[in-house]
């Protein structure tokens, strides 16, 4: 059997919107050119860039997909297809042609409970100036980010994290109800 991967996509550098979310359509279709499977995709989401004022708007989904055997694998077609839209790694958090985030492998913790748990409770003023060396999964900004989990809803909403034991609906109805509804579909 295969594993599930769940990912999140999200551009905000582009024309527009549309023009954004034109660019997710396209590296969904690089993703399966890449050998990846599709199972499912979200609805696109227009939603205030991250941090406030660091760039325009994103659009952002959400994908679940099989392919590679390992999530190392997967984080390097992943970095490929990025690369191939124009993605530079310069600054954190910077304006991006595309972002591919490997989300989460099923129940998978990586690479131990105890790193994953310091990267997921790192404090909010370190996360800025503090990057893992190594794949973290799940994600460990996962919970906090409606961009994320909005669209995640969409596709796997009984998704449980392996740490928190919440579901991707549990976490998102935590998250305030304003920050929630500046996800837009669009």
């Known amino acids: 059997m295969e594993q ?3 990912i999140a996509l999200g551009s905000n550098l582009g024309s527009e919107a549309g023009g954004r979310g034109e660019t997710l ?3 969904v279709a690089a993703m399966a050119a890449a050998g990846l499977r599709l199972r499912r995709l979200s609805r696109f989401y227009a939603t205030p860039c991250f941090p406030a004022g660091a760039g ?5 989904a ?4 099989t392919g590679p055997d390992t999530s190392e694998a997967l984080l390097q077609i992943l970095h490929r297809i990025e690369a191939d839209f124009g993605r530079e790694r310069l600054q954190r958090w910077a304006s991006r042609s595309l972002d591919l985030d490997l989300l989460a492998a099923e129940d998978a913790v990586f690479p131990d409970v105890p790193t994953q748990t310091r990267w997921r409770t790192l404090p909010p003023e370190s996360q800025r100036c503090v ?3 190594r794949l973290i999964l799940p994600h460990p900004r996962l919970q906090d980010r409606v961009f994320v989990l909005v669209p995640l809803a969409d596709i796997a909403a009984d998704w449980r994290h392996p740490l928190t034991g919440d579901t991707v609906a549990q976490m998102l109805a935590k998250l305030p109800r ?3 509804a500046e996800a837009r579909p669009i």
Do not use: G, H
């Open 4 to 6: 599930e991967f769940l």
């Open 25 to 27: 359509v396209s590296a």
């Open 56 to 60: 325009p708007d994103y659009v952002n």
């Open 62 to 65: 959400c994908a679940a997909i």
């Open 131 to 133: 990057t893992p060396d």
């Open 178 to 180: 304003q920050d929630r």
